[in-house]
Nanobody, 124 residues
Framework: QVQLVESGGGLVQAGGSLRLSCAAS????????MAWFRQAPGKEREFAAA????????YYADSVKGRFTISRDNAKNTVYLQMNSLKPEDTAVYYC?????????????????WGQGTQVTVSS
C-alpha cells in the first residue's frame, strides 16, 4: 500500500521558482521509478519529469527541460521537483506518481499510484 502526498505548490510570478515535494508512505519506495505529471484545466494530464529508483537517471519533457530538476531522497521517501524560470504555461495541478514497475516512463498508464496533486499558478 502506497500513499503519495504532494506539497509546495502556490502562486508565483513568471520567472520565479517553486520546489514541490512528494512524500511517500508504504513499502519499497526506493525500488520504483517516480514521476511528476501535470494537468491544466481542460487539458490532458501530461508528463513532466521522471527519475529512476536510484536517482541516477532522469527524464524530462521538452517543455520543462533545462528549467525543472527532479530529485529524490530515498532515505526520506521523498521526491522533489525544483521548478525554475516558471512560465504562465506551467500553470497546472502537479501530481506525483509511482511507476507500476514497467512501461513507458512518459505514459500516465505506466504509473499505478498517484497523489492528490498540488496547484501551481504562474502569473504573467
Amino acid at each position: 500500500q502506497v500513499q503519495l502526498v504532494e506539497s509546495g505548490g502556490g502562486l508565483v510570478q513568471a520567472g520565479g521558482s517553486l520546489r514541490l515535494s512528494c512524500a511517500a508512505s508504504g513499502r519499497s519506495f526506493s525500488g520504483y521509478t517516480m514521476a511528476w505529471f501535470r494537468q491544466a484545466p481542460g487539458k490532458e494530464r501530461e508528463f513532466a519529469a521522471a527519475i529512476s529508483s536510484g536517482g541516477s537517471s532522469t527524464y524530462y519533457a521538452d517543455s520543462v527541460k533545462g528549467r525543472f530538476t527532479i530529485s529524490r531522497d530515498n532515505a526520506k521517501n521523498t521526491v522533489y521537483l525544483q521548478m525554475n524560470s516558471l512560465k504562465p504555461e506551467d500553470t497546472a495541478v502537479y501530481y506525483c506518481a509511482r511507476r507500476a514497475g514497467s512501461g513507458t516512463y512518459y505514459y500516465p498508464s505506466s504509473y499505478n499510484y498517484w497523489g492528490q496533486g498540488t496547484q501551481v499558478t504562474v502569473s504573467s
